[in-house]
């Protein structure tokens, strides 16, 4: 099964651009804007990033300026953006990224950085939101002889990145499994408005595109063969707090189902990531539903262990992302695989039209939520970036059924993740139909602000901090309009107080 | 002309259930759930509501109580709302309201509103989001003999509305234009996920559906005769801000086209209600553009003026809300509008899989936005309620280009429209690309949340609250992360001064 990564580079021409990173980054001039491969830890780069940041510490060396604008499908790995942070080789970055030196360096005012939308990337780049994109660098399995890509471990926003670059650098990785030929399904022709057709999928495995990447050829200037795993992260096993949330959306399934008002086998799943996430598709291995399909952004140990045990029959993603266990179970059950798995560009797994059409359930986590159903998933306390917003916008706005799930609290109970307003706000009272904790589940559909405040508090919230947002709310009521009722003076000073002194409570 | 509104219920069986208002009211109960016709002020139902108030009225004399909840398709007309608010009748409301006595009820905590994007009402009318809809009342110009609807001034929910009722009420109207008809495209089969299937719309004008609303019409209790023109509010001739903001926008577009970014005849426009955005379309009257094309959400007296001066080619919306003069200009052109103007449900006019096909330009008002592009479209000094978030979310979040807009300051200076942190979110950081004022034009794209304090102070402020703002951003950079800098303490420190003194600025 294993090639060389040179014999993987089959066609005649790019085999003669074979050459070092070190050779290839130097395509790399200060000030370039470059698309960078990468989704989740999957598919990104493993050598150029390294040799870029390696050039940028040279030229600071001199005295001279490097900094680099990246744009990538979502975040990558320490040997990517890691690297080029402690590099301080990173002026502007989008649209996702969880690395700890990247974090810090943008919560230093370091690095400008755009956390958005993932199904906004493609057609932003496509329509020069960013200006020109100087380089795109990507991970491939292999090339064929006539010149097609085989893509690795995720898409993502690999197929516009090479149509808008000026030049390509192609990594060629050995450890890639061969048999991910053919599970990848690239839709070229999302056209221009106003000519724009619909986009034909209209179920979850629908193949539309071609399972090869493609790229005018002449403006590959480079191909550099690697031999590296993507970063697999570990899960942790769910908890007693993830448990119960997957337990309370369990139930509301069984519930819908018996109802009437959702199918058998429920609708397509969208898990975000993390554990608590990757929790509620574990608890789906033991439920009564069968044949479940998945469109979602990132495939992930819960979902791969769904489809391994036969509970659910095909699942669509941009990228794989697993833990070195599930990897392992993924490379070992790949030929039972590979017709259950489609991956695409993040321009379709996260497409607004498609999420509608097919009526995702939509499971995100968040850092916080207030009690009107407002839920900030990207900063601590306001004003420091955790890791970004993601594709959960576009699921959560377009799903079904969209949930928002935590546990509620953090820091050994000094952080509620429920608080009277969110101090920074991704997903709006407008978008969030759902929220759940191991205390319960709040279901805001239908309600009126001050109708969700009741159910957020009672349902949701730790008791340790009930009788305060209890009190926060009753004083509220006093203090302005009635519709959405506010202290406006009031509305953040937890956080504040956390900020000041470790805990949202008062002690 | 005018056929009296007898003659135009054709179908005998309906005609056959021709009664008075009250009589038909009759089928309304306390505690009933009612879709009520209705989209900015057009086709909304003129007796019944003023019927049920009065039901309401005498059962509150009785000592019982009498309270109804209200969907409508959007806001309705003093005669609708306002009776219905003016006798308590109304326990909740959504999807949208503008009425002074409804906005009152609801600030004082007697209604229950819950504001929402429109795209998502018929979707959850369908699925049961709400529970039973007992009774439907709609306004229609006519009743074919083969009992079909012709609708009147505009579609809304009444697709939707119309198949989840229990009971039907139909007002035909002999006030509105006989020559309405065929001008609606109502597109049924949008079907049930995860069975659905591409809506077949690719340019603003196709027509996919059937110019009538269809029912059981073994539903339909009652049909009732009316005979009054819908609500139509003036509109302020543009001032010199509204001209000034519109300048801009056209001078970018003029830009785009320049640059090969934006087709000549630009993309289709989209303009939320109000004089400003009225003012933005008024603009294009004298812009070098030509055969234009609209796919909004109301069609106005701006867009109706573009078509009837030959700069619009087509234009498609869910409902026509015109001023007296407009009305006028409407009716006597309508042989010539007639084949230029679909009138479609809301849920084909805000649906996101249409709006980012198309690659819609969204241009929105908005009460307030932040330093860092987040918009408050809906909240007064963050708890009161204006009027609701309506389709700006849909458009925004899906356009190609999408602007928001509102002079730089309010009620003679003593609001920022522009302050440290709005007061309400209903439009985040991630959907936000232009913010326009008279002072100029804030371009956001791939920006860093600090990239963008800059501009929007520098560019948008009003020179009598620049200082403020900077001095704000100076010391939050100092606060806490920098990322996204805030003084958390202090971020809603100036609605809370104009609360407790009537101004913003320090005195």
């Not at 709040?442 to 309600?447: E, F, T, V």
Request: with cysteine; aromatic share 6%.
């Amino acid at each position: 099964m294993t090639a060389t990564a040179a014999e993987r580079v089959q066609h005649q021409g790019l085999r003669a651009k074979i050459m070092s990173a070190e050779q290839a980054a130097e395509f790399v001039q200060h000030g370039m804007t470059l698309g960078i491969a990468g989704f989740t830890g999957a598919g990104y780069p493993k050598a150029l990033p390294t040799a870029i940041a390696e050039r940028a510490k040279a030229a600071h060396a001199r005295g001279e300026e490097f900094k680099i604008n990246m744009i990538t499908g979502a975040s990558t790995a320490p040997e990517c953006d890691g690297v080029l942070a402690a590099a301080n080789a990173v002026n502007f970055r989008n649209p996702f990224q969880s690395d700890p030196g990247i974090r810090n360096s943008i919560n230093a005012g370091n690095i400008h950085y755009q956390d958005m939308h993932l199904s906004h990337v493609e057609q932003q780049i496509r329509n020069g939101f960013y200006g020109d994109i100087h380089v795109t660098i990507i991970e491939a399995t292999g090339i064929t002889a006539d010149g097609k890509i085989i893509p690795s471990m995720g898409i993502g926003h690999n197929n516009e990145a090479l149509k808008a670059a000026q030049k390509i650098i192609i990594e060629v990785n050995a450890k890639q499994n061969p048999l991910l030929e053919t599970m990848h399904d690239v839709y070229f022709d999302i056209g221009t408005p106003p000519n724009r057709q619909p986009i034909p999928l209209v179920k979850p495995d629908d193949r539309i595109g071609s399972p090869y990447l493609e790229c005018d050829l002449d403006k590959v200037v480079a191909v550099v063969l690697t031999d590296g795993f993507d970063r697999n992260s570990k899960f942790a096993d769910p908890d007693e707090n993830s448990k119960r949330i997957a337990a309370q959306i369990i139930d509301f399934f069984n519930h819908e189902v018996k109802a009437g008002r959702l199918p058998k086998n429920l609708l397509p799943l969208q898990s975000g990531v993390g554990n608590v996430a990757n929790a509620v598709l574990a608890g789906l291995l033991d439920a009564p539903f069968d044949d479940l399909t998945g469109y979602t952004e990132v495939l992930q140990d819960g979902m791969l262990d769904l489809i391994i045990a036969g509970k659910m029959k095909s699942a669509s993603a941009t990228a794989l992302s697993f833990s070195p266990d599930a990897l392992q179970r993924f490379n070992d059950n790949i030929e039972f695989l590979r017709d259950k798995i489609v991956l695409r560009p993040m321009e379709i797994t996260n497409n607004p039209e498609l999420i509608r059409r097919l009526g995702v359930i939509g499971m995100n986590a968040m850092i916080e939520a207030d009690i009107y159903g407002n839920v900030n998933s990207t900063h601590v306390m306001g004003t420091k970036m955790m890791n970004g917003i993601g594709g959960s916008g576009d699921f959560t706005r377009n799903a079904f059924f969209s949930f928002f799930v935590s546990p509620s609290v953090a820091k050994d109970g000094a952080i509620s993740c429920i608080v009277p307003m969110v101090s920074h706000h991704d997903h709006t009272e407008h978008d969030v139909m759902f929220i759940v904790t191991e205390q319960g589940m709040a279901d805001l559909r239908g309600k009126s602000p001050r109708q969700r405040a009741q159910l957020v508090i009672n349902n949701c919230a730790h008791p340790d901090y009930r009788d305060m947002l209890n009190d926060y709310y009753a004083r509220a009521e006093k203090a302005g309009g009635l519709h959405t009722p506010h202290i406006l003076a009031e509305a953040l000073s937890w956080h504040q107080r956390f900020v000041e002194t470790g805990d949202m409570r008062i002690k």
